[in-house]
């Protein structure tokens, strides 16, 4: 059982507001706010100069075990979400074998509650022949359809198929949303291009439209729960902004398709640029921050999808794509709060409160009393750059090579017991299934 844990002078904040409070974690759980006696705990931290926050939920990972582990495993995964604030992750299934059955699920889940320091749950994948599987696996957060082919071999690409999940069942579906034909077409006429910058033509934003059509146009017609994954072009930002509200419909984006636009940054990365759906122009980018601030985008996730330097050393047209992510979000945002882009309520309404709320998970993403003692404690003056060679995921690059931001997590607290605090981590700690309400 963890230490009571007493976190004095703590500036709570929620996306209503921030509340300097006392907090008292007992058994895992936030047990009372206020004003505390030092006395109540066996261990008290002095958070006067730090702000607390929900521990981040980061609904879309791919931590790579089982079958890839050479690129990331479910312990390292999970210990560079520690670092960066995550205390939950909801991880893809495009493993290998791809986790398309309750089999392979109970696998995931059982090696996860040996390896991992963070909280976890997983998506089963969607194919053309598993939609009982979809229907029966119990407690997951949802149901992974490639509507598009991208790493990996999962594809539900026929809109026939695709109709038939949409119209059979209840649970979420969450696509990657790109038209495998659009896309098919499109990479043949960028088959003897050496240049990386011709990614994003080789995935257009009409692959991305198309197929966010699609899937929006089944949500309404079935008023099935749909849950968009990485959103990338202004062309969709503006559709859903029209249809969204038809439907149960919800929407994410990653950082780095704000943050990172192309011409430059194939220029500068090559094929640590490139991933899918692609890095696009900065008027993409600028679309998707208003989508993000005006509430068309709900949430933000990382897409963490690791591959090593030797795999993107490769030329054009056969390295893969993907980019980690889980370790760095966070700081990311928070920098973006320093330089008043956005406000910390923001983040915490982004990364924690939402996800939660999406994903229907119970007593996590908020400071409450009852609710489990899932926490962050940043440091909004701390100042890092972000260096290749010093991270915690096994791949150990970040696109963000190079970047100093201000604002780091400073202390991971998991189910009440700090995990990560100061670079160090405590491995003892075992994270949980994360439940999902159905
Ligand atoms: O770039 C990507 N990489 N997009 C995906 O959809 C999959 C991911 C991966 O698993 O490498």
Same mark, same amino acid.
Request: with cysteine; aromatic share 8%.
């Given at each position: 059982?963890? %230490?009571?844990?007493?976190? =004095?002078?703590?500036?709570?904040?929620?996306?209503?507001?921030?509340?300097?409070?006392?907090?008292?974690?007992?058994? @895992?759980?936030?047990?009372?706010?206020?004003?505390?006696?030092?006395?109540?705990? $066996?261990?008290?931290?002095?958070?006067?100069?730090?702000?607390?926050?929900?521990?981040?939920?980061?609904?879309?990972v791919h931590f790579r075990d089982p079958g890839l582990t050479w690129k990331e495993d479910l312990r390292t995964g999970?210990l560079a %979400?520690?670092? @960066?604030?995550?205390?939950?992750? #909801?991880?893809m299934?495009n493993t290998k074998?791809?986790?398309?059955?309750?089999?392979?699920?109970?696998?995931?889940?059982?090696?996860?509650?040996?390896?991992?320091?963070?909280?976890?749950? #997983?998506?089963?994948?969607?194919?053309?022949? *598993?939609?009982?599987?979809?229907?029966?696996? $119990?407690?997951?957060?949802?149901? =992974? &359809?490639?509507?598009?082919?991208s790493t990996g071999d999962?594809?539900?690409?026929?809109?026939?198929?695709?109709?038939?999940?949409?119209?059979?069942?209840?649970?979420?579906?969450? &696509? +990657?949303?790109?038209?495998?034909?659009?896309?098919?077409?499109?990479?043949?006429?960028?088959?003897?291009s050496q240049d990386f910058n011709?990614h994003?033509?080789?995935?257009?934003?009409?692959?991305?439209? =198309?197929?966010?059509?699609?899937?929006?146009?089944? %949500?309404?017609?079935?008023?099935?729960?749909? +849950?968009?994954?990485?959103?990338?072009?202004? $062309?969709?930002?503006?559709?859903?902004?029209?249809?969204?509200?038809?439907?149960?419909?919800?929407?994410?984006?990653?950082?780095q +398709?704000?943050?990172?636009?192309?011409?430059?940054i194939y220029e500068k990365l090559g094929a640590y640029a490139q991933m899918n759906?692609p890095l696009?122009?900065?008027? +993409?980018?600028?679309?998707?921050?208003?989508?993000?601030?005006?509430?068309?985008?709900?949430?933000?996730?990382?897409d963490h999808a690791p591959h090593t330097h030797a795999e993107k050393s490769k030329p054009f047209g056969q390295a893969p794509s993907g980019m980690p992510g889980v370790e760095t979000?966070?700081?990311?945002?928070?920098?973006? %709060? *320093?330089?008043?882009?956005?406000?910390?309520?923001?983040?915490?309404?982004?990364?924690?409160?939402?996800?939660?709320?999406?994903?229907?998970?119970?007593?996590?993403?908020?400071? =409450? $009393?009852?609710?489990?003692?899932?926490? &962050?404690?940043?440091?909004?003056?701390?100042?890092?750059?972000i260096e290749n060679g010093k991270l915690q995921t096994m791949v150990n690059w970040s696109p963000y090579d190079g970047? /100093?931001?201000?604002?780091?997590?400073?202390? /991971?607290?998991?189910? @009440?017991?700090?995990?990560?605090?100061?670079?160090?981590?405590?491995?003892?700690?075992?994270?949980?299934?994360?439940?999902?309400?159905?």
């Amino acid at each position: 059982m963890p %230490a009571t844990i007493l976190i =004095k002078n703590a500036r709570c904040v929620s996306s209503l507001g921030i509340i300097k409070q006392d907090v008292l974690l007992d058994n @895992g759980k936030i047990s009372v706010l206020g004003n505390i006696a030092e006395n109540k705990a $066996e261990q008290i931290i002095d958070a006067s100069h730090l702000y607390l926050l929900p521990g981040a939920l980061d609904p879309q990972v791919h931590f790579r075990d089982p079958g890839l582990t050479w690129k990331e495993d479910l312990r390292t995964g999970s210990l560079a %979400a520690a670092a @960066g604030g995550v205390t939950g992750f #909801f991880d893809m299934p495009n493993t290998k074998p791809s986790t398309i059955t309750c089999e392979a699920m109970a696998d995931r889940k059982q090696v996860a509650s040996e390896k991992c320091i963070v909280n976890y749950n #997983f998506f089963i994948g969607a194919t053309s022949e *598993n939609l009982e599987v979809l229907n029966s696996v $119990e407690n997951v957060p949802g149901i =992974k &359809v490639f509507m598009g082919a991208s790493t990996g071999d999962l594809l539900v690409s026929d809109a026939g198929e695709i109709e038939n999940i949409f119209a059979n069942g209840s649970r979420l579906i969450a &696509v +990657h949303a790109e038209d495998d034909d659009i896309i098919n077409s499109a990479r043949e006429l960028y088959k003897d291009s050496q240049d990386f910058n011709d990614h994003q033509f080789a995935r257009p934003p009409e692959a991305a439209l =198309k197929a966010t059509t699609l899937a929006v146009e089944l %949500a309404i017609k079935y008023q099935r729960r749909l +849950h968009i994954l990485h959103l990338t072009t202004k $062309e969709e930002v503006r559709y859903l902004d029209i249809n969204k509200s038809k439907g149960p419909i919800s929407v994410e984006v990653c950082p780095q +398709h704000f943050l990172l636009s192309a011409p430059y940054i194939y220029e500068k990365l090559g094929a640590y640029a490139q991933m899918n759906p692609p890095l696009r122009d900065i008027d +993409h980018g600028e679309a998707l921050w208003e989508g993000l601030t005006r509430g068309i985008i709900d949430c933000i996730a990382t897409d963490h999808a690791p591959h090593t330097h030797a795999e993107k050393s490769k030329p054009f047209g056969q390295a893969p794509s993907g980019m980690p992510g889980v370790e760095t979000s966070l700081a990311l945002m928070l920098d973006r %709060a *320093n330089r008043g882009l956005c406000k910390l309520e923001d983040v915490v309404k982004w990364m924690c409160e939402k996800p939660v709320e999406l994903y229907k998970v119970n007593n996590k993403g908020f400071i =409450k $009393e009852g609710f489990d003692a899932d926490l &962050v404690l940043v440091d909004m003056n701390r100042k890092r750059t972000i260096e290749n060679g010093k991270l915690q995921t096994m791949v150990n690059w970040s696109p963000y090579d190079g970047w /100093t931001t201000q604002g780091w997590p400073i202390i /991971t607290i998991v189910n @009440g017991n700090i995990v990560f605090r100061d670079g160090e981590f405590d491995e003892s700690v075992k994270g949980r299934e994360i439940v999902i309400a159905s």
